[in-house]
């Protein structure tokens, strides 16, 4: 490295009391450690690193800088609803809401004056140090890597990032940035999590138990379906039931699990779909498993256990063939095994058939060597019995399917006279597999989009 860049570097190092107190900052991270373990986080540090050390290599220092801008800008620049701030505030602040650690996790199962004095105390430490990160210039960060880097102008700086939108902040991130002191919030952070959970908990409303990398893991759903039960148009019988179920769960009531059963289009997955719309505002979350995985439900309980969430675990289109075992899982679901089943844990399932377990008569002959056929068979047929709610969907008749497409199309404001509208409707049914709420729904959209059309 030539030494008239040393010099500046030496300069520079002496002048940056910032980059590395920022550094200390970072490292002196236990129950926060989370907030910088991801992309961002990482290669702040390692910038921070380059400019306080005492000669670095100069296109170290480019590559660091470039990687870090370029995570902020992905992030920032196509975030919908960003937070006050830089770009880099924003990302912190977003990872302090929503860190999982021993603090949020206990702000959350207890008054604070449960809280231990020792866990307060770090907690107020480590807020005080991320304040620190907090407090960066990104200009005068930009401006120390472009000298390093021996440009004469400042490289660009992520304060000139800007989102989608903007988001309106809760009510902490305003206390947090006109704080001068963190570690005096560590109560109003606690209160925060405790109104609005932590970890992946708080980021979504919807997951999927998804089997990745050799391990079942929680994913969040970024965009879950938006259907409403307003929207469900004719079935208002049959949800009514899974509403006021949903209600007292929700309400932290015994309820019951649920298995919506019957034709195929009649909104039965819609119709879970829809509760966590209307209830997640009241602390629903929904966890959608496959049924290959229903032997994974003791892990995922553990998971969810003692959450202030309520949760829905939903098993969609859930039927057995005869030789699978599946079943037997989810009979220890139902029934309880050893470790008893969350309170704040539900299951409603849905399917097509009655009786969950697929039963010929041919297996009656094959299985000649089974001494209690009769026991192993009604194991089989009585499995949707040891639902405390079942609900049937029915496909709709004639005049049932003609009323949901009328109101259907009187909701998208479609012009038709009634009878072609109906005359319509039939013949769509006819051809694209019969009268269902699906194929209404169906011909509603692709009428709006024909009359759409000039």
Known sequence: MPQDACVVSAMLAQQDAASEAACQAAAGLALYQGVLDDPVGSAMRALLGLLAAACPEPAEVRRAYNHLFVLLAEERELDPAGLPG???????????????NPFSRKAQAAPLAAMGAALLEQARRELRALQTLFALAPTELAERAARLCGEPRPFPSWDELRPLGWADPPEVVTRLRESTDWGALAEVLAEHYAAAGSGIFARFLAFRWVHRGGESVLEGVAH????RLEDLVGY????????RNTERFV??????????????????SSTVKALLT??????????????????DFPRLA????????RFLVFVDDLSFEEHET??????????GSLEARPENVVLYATSNRRHLVRQRFADRDSAADDIHLGDTVEEKLSLSDRFGLRVRFLAPDQPRYLAIVQALAS????????EELQQRALRWAARHGGRSARTARQFVDHLAGELALP
């Open 86 to 100: 830089d770009a880099w505030q924003a990302h912190l602040l977003r990872r302090l809401l929503h860190d999982d």
């Open 224 to 227: 879950p379906d938006p259907v």
């Open 236 to 243: 208002e019988a049959e949800r009514e039931p899974v509403v």
């Open 251 to 268: 309400a932290g009531l015994p309820a019951n699990n649920v298995l919506l059963y019957g034709d195929r289009g009649t909104g039965k």
């Open 278 to 295: 209307a209830f997640a505002p009241r602390g629903l979350r929904l966890v959608e498993v496959p049924k290959e995985a229903l032997g």
């Open 302 to 309: 553990s998971l969810l256990r003692g959450r202030r969430e």
């Open 326 to 335: 599946e079943y037997k899982a989810l009979k220890a679901i139902l029934e």
């Open 411 to 418: 909701r998208r404001g479609l012009e038709l006279p009634e």
